[in-house]
């Protein structure tokens, strides 16, 4: 049995295996990110604060070392900002709070080998926390160094949240009774790890007890409901054992079949071979029941009072509706790592590198696919439920911080208004986070006695959500009949840290261009 469950995880998650030969993160330089300040005031703004109130401003935000000590909408006290160590002169610029990443990986040798390149995509897009889940598989990798680290603000990079994958980290091989998972549960409390990522791989029986014991011990849970467990555990199922998070589509659309217990596979299907595994998901968009059906509706409702959240993850699939777009993306040639860009090719033994003879007729299955799955995201969140925004990066042509922002676009595609895409993006996933460990979360929203967390942008994104990118918005200028860059964000500020978006990117750039140096491109 012990067999049979590291198989499945092994096909879920790529390998639950030490991966050797990653680079330690550098400490972070003097010229890397300046303060915290006795006090920071960021002056005369536009605030979007996050709770899914309308913008205002101006307004003038005043950090007091790691916290904001008050937002004020009349302009700060003159005796404060004459008394201010530093300054931001935002005037005409937006300002939000930092974005949360609820799903993220970080590297690996073969395709980003020092973890800071991600960490600097991140920032330099405005992301100050992300949940990792996990950053690292194996044991004996730096999760929680890193977050320790992080935390003093010894490195450049978020705010970290280690979740550990189920059965990962310690020698105790995969826990295949109950009283096992409960073990391996206390274990990862003790070592340091925030919560639990599941893909499904267990019996009902021992998810049903480590989704428990984490619950008891403040640790959150999140799931890929892979295809190998499905049959015996879906969204549903999931959900009503005790589960905090669904993650990608994974367990949905099987909760909703029309006919049948189980998908319908072509009978040579594998799963192993991944053009299988992600080609035949889109026909489960022809297996549901309809949308709006009684039965669907049933399902929605009941997702939404349980409390689950659900992170979608809608762009880390996207390649699959159009992968001549997914390569050509127009920051890979300067901000993707050579390296990395060699991991999205087509290949049989990486993962998520399915598309070996990706057709037009493979991507209008996709595009089909995607109709239910973001109606359902937005019917879910139209009846109350929590949408959080997570990106998956480093797999199928998303690169870290590039892939975050396009998840936001991709959520207003499915149909949550702009403001609901910030929400999705600051409070909710906030309390996603926070919210299992029982305490009103200290990020998410712009208020006095939050920590300092936040983007600082020309552009409104509201109106454009691609001014976010870290390579900006291209527009014509009617008056002079020329193409111009705007947008980006100008400063990412995280516990009071003031950080030059434009100077991580560049440091970014320099690692690529190093890399191909090295590689005699």
Known sequence: MRALLAACTLACSTALAAQPGMEPVP?????????????????????????????????????????????????APQEVLDGASRTIDASGMYVLPGFVDVHGHNGDPAKAPQPSYGYKLWLAHGVTTVRGVSFYFGPDQPDISDAARSEANTIVAP??????????????GTPDTPEEARAWVRWIKQAGFHGVKFFNSETPEVLGA??????????????????????????????????????????????????????????????????????????????IVAPGSEKWDEYVDFLVESGVTLSPTFNIYVASR???????????????????????EPSLTNHGSYYHDWTTEDEVAWRHFYRPWMRLTNEFKNQGGRVSAGSDPGYIYQTWGFAYIAELEMLREAGLSPLEVIQAATINGAREIYEPKGVEPPIGSIRAGKLADLVIVPENPLDNLKVLYGTGHKRLNRETNQIETVGGVRWTVKDGIVYDAPALLESVARMVEEQRAAQGQ
């Open 27 to 75: 400490d972070r330089a003097a010229s890397e990110g300046e303060g915290p300040y006795t006090t920071l005031v960021v002056r005369g703004a536009t605030m979007i604060d996050g709770t899914g109130a309308p913008p205002m401003g101006p307004v003038d935000i005043v950090v007091e070392g790691d916290r904001i000590a008050g937002v004020h909408l009349t302009g």
């Open 159 to 172: 705010r970290l949240i280690p979740y550990a994958a189920f059965g990962d980290k310690w020698d105790g």
């Open 322 to 344: 159009d992968v001549m777009r997914a390569r050509t993306l127009e920051w890979h040639d300067k901000y993707t790592l050579p390296s990395l860009m060699n991991f999205y």
């Open 210 to 287: 480590a989704l428990d014991e984490a619950d008891r011990l403040g640790l959150g849970t999140v799931a890929h409901l892979a295809q190998v467990g499905v049959a015996q555990v879906n969204a549903r199922k999931a959900v009503g054992l005790g589960l905090d998070g669904v993650t990608h589509f994974y367990g949905h659309f099987e909760s909703l079949l029309k006919d049948g217990t189980v998908p319908q596979y072509p009978a040579g299907y594998n799963y192993l071979d991944e053009q299988d595994r992600f080609g035949e998901v889109a026909s489960l968009a022809d297996q």
